[in-house]
């Protein structure tokens, strides 16, 4: 049974980095697509990117300035790095496999605040 | 960016009602186009793909149709376990898309 476990830092500052992780037990890692989405509190859900086991990427142009997404697939993990952020980062990021999405990560709630 | 916008925002229905809901894309995304259900404080699940094709272990009451602009979900008799958002999601073109969600709740 395939599973995404998530990690990152909940709560951060204005012009700080965010970073989360998202583990990948069972399943093959290297046959899919690994994505990015997230979902301000109330709001519906914005796809940040993907990338696959190469290390070939796709980033959501709204982002792509400030969004790096990075794999290590000795350890079968993918992350997520969004730099100088701001209270509009504020949302529940998901890991997620796949462009039609049937594997979710449980969802880490980010909170931008001074 | 493909512009996926779905109506009602908010649809209010009774147990055993049928229920639809419309997603328009801004321009033509093929077939190319899943729906999700969401509920508070869980990641969306999914529950059509390919505009039509039913899930594995969805309920046969879920139903999806379109193509090209044009796409509604229906669910044919509504069940207390199905109130809740539901997303629809372009991925025929980069970057994928979702609609804004439509609320189903309790009449």
């Known amino acids: 049974q395939v599973q995404l476990q998530q990690w990152g830092a909940g709560l951060l500052k204005p012009s700080e980095t965010l970073s989360l992780t998202c583990a990948v037990s069972?399943?093959?890692?290297?046959?899919?697509?690994w994505t990015w989405i997230r979902q301000p509190p109330g709001k519906g859900l914005e796809w940040i990117g993907e990338i696959v086991h190469s290390g070939t990427t796709k980033y959501n142009p709204s982002l792509k300035s400030r969004v790096t997404i990075s794999v290590d697939t000795s350890k079968r993990q993918f992350s997520l790095r969004l730099d100088s952020v701001t209270a509009a980062d504020t949302a529940v990021y998901y890991c997620?496999?796949?462009?039609?999405?049937?594997?979710w990560g449980q969802g880490t709630l980010v909170t931008v605040s001074s | 960016d493909i512009q996926m916008t779905q109506s009602p925002s908010t649809l209010s229905a009774s147990v055993g009602h049928r229920v639809t809901i419309t997603c328009r894309a801004s321009q033509s995304i093929s077939g190319w186009l899943a729906w999700y259900q969401q509920k508070p404080g869980k990641a969306p699940e999914l529950l059509i793909y390919?505009?039509?094709f039913l899930e594995s272990g969805v309920p046969s009451r879920f139903s999806g149709s379109g193509s090209g602009t044009e796409f509604t979900l229906t669910i044919s008799s509504l069940q207390p376990d199905d109130f809740a958002t539901y997303y629809c999601?372009?991925?025929?073109?980069?970057?994928?898309?979702f609609g804004q969600g439509t609320k189903v709740e309790v009449k």
């Open positions: 069972g399943g093959s890692f290297s046959d899919y697509y």
């Open positions: 997620a496999r796949g462009r039609l999405i049937r594997i």
């Open positions: 999601q372009q991925y025929n073109t980069y970057p994928w898309t």
């Open positions: 390919k505009a039509s």
